[in-house]
């Protein structure tokens, strides 16, 4: 059977899917009512249809015919020996620290002594996002007067509904959160990363998997992972294989709907930036079709959905340590009296002027941003730019509420941005470039531990976050400047 008789029957089979699920209580009960169940059937159908236009666009390939269990031995064989290394040490991670940490009866963490601000039952944020959809899809009860999640966070992830009690449920997110980590952080960046530069990428992924942020991003149950998947899956099928775009533009709208602070990645679906009228009419369009997506739930879901946002930016909250973002370091700074960092007058002053130093940091966060686009701008080199994608990350963990979970997703960004930097000549501008590649690496390992270790003004991680911009931004221009001086 060639691809195309495949793909028709993929598709035909994904929309009777959709359609039955969409007709299932129509015919049942003469009402129109979708559940979780329908839900499920529903995203499959539309991976199935997915996955039936992607085969009729792959060209077959005589190498690829013959015997499949012979073709897949034969791929198997030819993996580097590093794959399974690795695949050792995943193994005895799942089995020794996994499993005692995460699917312990009582469910709580217990492997580490105040290693984690643990709440009891484990998986806590979790629990009130599955709740908040029950009573949503059973009850019509609004889940935006205590979350501000897009709708389609709700509807996207209510098929977990089915997987059972909240024990349950906080396994399979387990697992599909690991996958996904190893598919954002390690899978991918590799592809996306030459032949001779790999190892970086492995020594990131091994740390990050062992990280704080990661431990914590599992121990609350949180989807940061996932929709970073989502967003790292779109960036490299834009840049590698631009052909399959639009599943692109799906995927980056997914992680966008999930968390919304993906959106700013929508910069790294260029690849000619002199094509500014086609750059801005692509962001435009994604911009217009999330914006759509919104309305999933109807008008009125919108409606509540566009109060939560505003209430949480006027009271913002959570302002707690393991808060990196801008307002709430501020805020934390100026309750611990500066940590006696600074005096009382100088308190004063800053706690007087709170608002105007929040807004400069984040002109200084803009200018940054400004400058790595620029600079992607003057080299043009029609391929990811690793440098941009760290400053959009950090932007992203420190200009909304960001918790310490989030920390999960800045392993993969660090790794290609250090590949990047690593693999550079300096000219006379090296002990420069040493100084501040030693300055990003002692901010982004900060990052690796738990704040319950360091010293009271080292455990918001907003000083560090910031420190590795500015170092990074730096460490652009020093590296545009040399490449420039070199072609001269």
Sequence with gaps: MDNKKISTALIALGTLGIIAA???DVIRKDTFHIQS?????IEMGLLTVGLGFLLRQIPVQNNMKGNPLA????WLKELPMLTWVLAGFLITYVAFFITPMFFSMPPRIRYFTTYLP????VGTDLEVLINLTQRWFATGQSPFN?????PF????LSPLLLAGGHLSIFRLVTIITIISFILSSLIIPLLM???GDKSMIVMFFIAGLFSYGMQFELERGQDNVLAFLFSMSAIYIYHYHHSFRRYAYVLFSIAVQLKLYPAIFVVMLVKDWRDWKGNLRRAVLLGLFNFALLFIGGIGVFGEFINSVLTQMKNPGWSWTGNHSIKAFLSEFIENKGFGLVNADTLIAIKENSALISSAFLVIFILAFLSALLLAYRRNEGNFDAMLFLVCMIGALIIPISNDYTLSILAAPVAMAFTAIIHNHYGRSKFAAIFLVLIASVSYSTALYPFKYKAAYLQNLFPALFILLI?????NLIMTAATNERAD
């Design 22 to 24: 969409l007709l299932f």
């Design 37 to 41: 169940a329908q839900i499920l059937v």
């Design 71 to 74: 073709r897949f031995l034969n």
């Design 118 to 121: 643990d709440k009891f039952p």
């Design 146 to 150: 205590i979350q501000f999640y897009p």
């Design 153 to 156: 966070t709700y509807i996207f």
């Design 193 to 195: 990363t030459r032949r």
């Design 471 to 475: 170092a990074v931004t730096l460490l």
